[in-house]
Nanobody
Framework: QVQLVESGGGLVQAGGSLRLSCAAS????????MGWFRQAPGKEREFVAA????????YYADSVKGRFTISRDNAKNTVYLQMNSLKPEDTAVYYC??????????????WGQGTQVTVSS
């Protein structure tokens, strides 16, 4: 079992930055790939970024490539999402998830409760 708790969301102006954190409980955190997904109002949940269990591989959605960076610290059981050059279209609830290294939400077994990110124009 892995329990995930996101933090770091908030309101920011376009062009600004936020850093999301996802703290995991359980001693098996380092054995899971981690992903970030987001869901905007009226839209389906979409993939944002993923990182392998070791941190050696990462993958990004085209919409965030070059602006967002995913990283993890297995000693702290935490995964991060550094978001720079934020745009109003990045506004969504952001979720972290633990599972297999994939872009599909079905590959992830554990989910956090989400944190709201709002980007004003």
């Amino acid at each position: 079992q892995v329990q995930l708790v996101e933090s770091g969301g908030g309101l920011v102006q376009a062009g600004g930055s936020l850093r999301l954190s996802c703290a995991a409980s359980g001693r098996t955190f380092s054995s899971y790939a981690m992903g970030w997904f987001r869901q905007a109002p009226g839209k389906e949940r979409e993939f944002v970024a993923a990182i392998s269990w070791s941190g050696g591989s990462t993958y990004y959605a085209d919409s965030v490539k070059g602006r967002f960076t995913i990283s993890r610290d297995n000693a702290k059981n935490t995964v991060y999402l550094q978001m720079n050059s934020l745009k109003p279209e990045d506004t969504a609830v952001y979720y972290c998830a633990a599972g297999f290294f994939d872009i599909y939400s079905d590959s992830y077994d554990y989910w956090g409760q989400g944190t709201q990110v709002t980007v004003s124009s």
